[in-house]
């Protein structure tokens, strides 16, 4: 009889531990996520997306972890293979490659935990198919460069004295950020075509695709380029961040230049720059909300709930298992809203 006693109390001590190992900790709502950002060193991931997620995980109550993968996607490998091993109920993984998701899907796959890929989308083919439980939280990376495109064909058309050469033709430099990044090549392809589908004929005179999309870049480049044969043809600065914007910035004012000049993801640092005229438009990259989706996604995954139950958000039906948060236009006459 005793005995009988003893292996029931040590089954009853064990059955909630088993939970615990199973991941279902998540349905007392005690949710864990092992999280990480490709690099600190990011002026939008560090300065938006990360502090969003540390603020808005206390909100909803669940426990996050957040490492740094130093532009390393092998670091980044080791790291979900540590949160695997400690039993993180969720992986929210902003991928350093974003060729490498199929390593990053198969690891969480293998270990049975939910996976919410955000900020950086995946370019292997099948890679979302291959997991029902990975999904994606982004944006359309298209509609960043068709608003930005949109934003400067009105101004361009709006100030006649911006084609210095009056060939009716835009001679621009364009900061890419980082080449196979879906935000960089979508950026870069439909911020020109804007100019191109209103029936302006564009002149690339260079572009800076180094794989950074930091502020000493976009000064370096620009400053090499205002030195350039070309230097003084240049009529437009096309920038795909802030980061590198603000750098270009200081080159110019350095030089004693100005010129037009656009980014994206409208940092506080960009509003300031519209305000002082130093910059004609940026576009609102929402890395708050990319932010409370990414954390409403992986707590109901891990809780085994659909992902989007109880929230506003909204998955794409073409396959790509995505939230898209919208991309919003900022100028000088709506800044101050933002
Ligand atoms: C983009 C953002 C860039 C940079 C990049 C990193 O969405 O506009 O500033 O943060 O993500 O992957
Ligand atoms: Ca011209």
């Given at each position: 009889?005793?005995?009988?006693?003893?292996?029931?109390?040590?089954?009853?001590?064990?059955?909630?531990?088993?939970?615990?190992?199973?991941?279902?900790?998540?349905?007392?709502?005690?949710?864990?996520?092992?999280?990480n950002?490709?690099?600190?060193?990011?002026?939008?991931?560090?300065?938006?997306?990360?502090?969003?997620?540390?603020?808005?995980?206390?909100?909803?109550?669940?426990?996050?972890?957040?490492?740094?993968?130093?532009?390393?996607?092998?670091?980044?490998?080791?790291?979900?293979?540590?949160?695997?091993?400690?039993?993180?109920?969720?992986l929210a993984i902003n991928?350093?490659?974003?060729?490498?998701?199929?390593?990053i899907?198969?690891?969480?796959?293998?270990?049975?935990?939910?996976?919410?890929l955000?900020?950086?989308?995946?370019?292997?083919?099948?890679?979302?198919?291959?997991?029902?439980?990975?999904?994606?939280?982004?944006?359309?990376?298209?509609?960043?460069?068709?608003?930005?495109?949109?934003?400067?064909?009105?101004?361009?058309?709006?100030?006649?004295?911006?084609?210095?050469?009056?060939?009716?033709?835009?001679?621009?430099?364009?900061?890419?950020?980082?080449?196979?990044?879906?935000?960089?090549?979508?950026?870069?392809?439909?911020?020109?075509?804007?100019?191109?589908?209103?029936?302006?004929?564009?002149?690339?005179?260079?572009?800076?695709?180094?794989?950074?999309?930091?502020?000493?870049?976009?000064?370096?480049?620009?400053?090499?380029?205002?030195?350039?044969?070309?230097?003084?043809?240049?009529?437009?600065?096309?920038?795909?961040?802030?980061?590198?914007?603000?750098?270009?910035?200081?080159?110019?004012?350095?030089?004693?230049?100005?010129?037009?000049?656009?980014?994206?993801?409208?940092?506080?640092?960009?509003?300031?720059?519209?305000?002082?005229?130093?910059?004609?438009?940026?576009?609102?990259?929402?890395?708050?909300?990319?932010?409370?989706?990414?954390?409403?996604?992986?707590?109901?995954?891990?809780?085994?709930?659909?992902?989007?139950?109880?929230?506003?958000?909204?998955?794409?039906?073409?396959?790509?298992?995505?939230?898209?948060?919208?991309?919003?236009?900022?100028?000088?006459?709506?800044?101050?809203?933002?």
């Amino acid at each position: 009889m005793r005995k009988f006693f003893l292996t029931a109390l040590v089954i009853m001590m064990l059955i909630p531990l088993a939970g615990v190992f199973a991941g279902a900790a998540a349905e007392d709502g005690a949710v864990t996520i092992g999280a990480n950002i490709y690099s600190f060193q990011d002026n939008f991931m560090n300065g938006v997306i990360k502090p969003e997620l540390e603020r808005y995980a206390e909100e909803i109550g669940v426990e996050i972890d957040i490492v740094d993968s130093e532009g390393q996607q092998a670091k980044l490998n080791d790291q979900v293979d540590v949160y695997i091993t400690k039993g993180v109920d969720v992986l929210a993984i902003n991928l350093v490659d974003p060729a490498s998701a199929m390593t990053i899907i198969e690891k969480a796959k293998k270990a049975g935990i939910p996976l919410i890929l955000f900020n950086k989308e995946a370019t292997e083919a099948g890679a979302m198919a291959a997991y029902d439980k990975v999904w994606y939280v982004g944006t359309n990376s298209a509609e960043s460069g068709i608003i930005q495109g949109e934003m400067m064909v009105a101004d361009w058309k709006a100030n006649p004295d911006w084609d210095k050469n009056g060939d009716g033709v835009v001679q621009y430099v364009l900061l890419k950020g980082e080449p196979g990044h879906p935000d960089a090549e979508a950026r870069t392809i439909y911020s020109v075509k804007a100019f191109t589908d209103a029936g302006i004929a564009v002149d690339e005179l260079a572009l800076e695709a180094d794989p950074n999309w930091s502020t000493t870049h976009g000064n370096d480049k620009m400053a090499a380029w205002l030195t350039a044969s070309f230097g003084k043809d240049i009529e437009l600065v096309i920038c795909n961040n802030d980061g590198m914007a603000f750098g270009a910035i200081n080159a110019l004012k350095a030089a004693n230049v100005k010129l037009p000049l656009y980014g994206v993801d409208a940092l506080t640092q960009a509003l300031q720059h519209i305000a002082d005229g130093e910059m004609n438009g940026t576009v609102l990259n929402d890395g708050v909300n990319q932010a409370r989706a990414t954390l409403d996604l992986a707590k109901n995954a891990a809780m085994g709930k659909d992902v989007t139950a109880g929230t506003s958000w909204v998955l794409d039906t073409d396959g790509t298992k995505a939230v898209r948060v919208p991309y919003v236009a900022v100028t000088p006459d709506n800044y101050q809203d933002f």
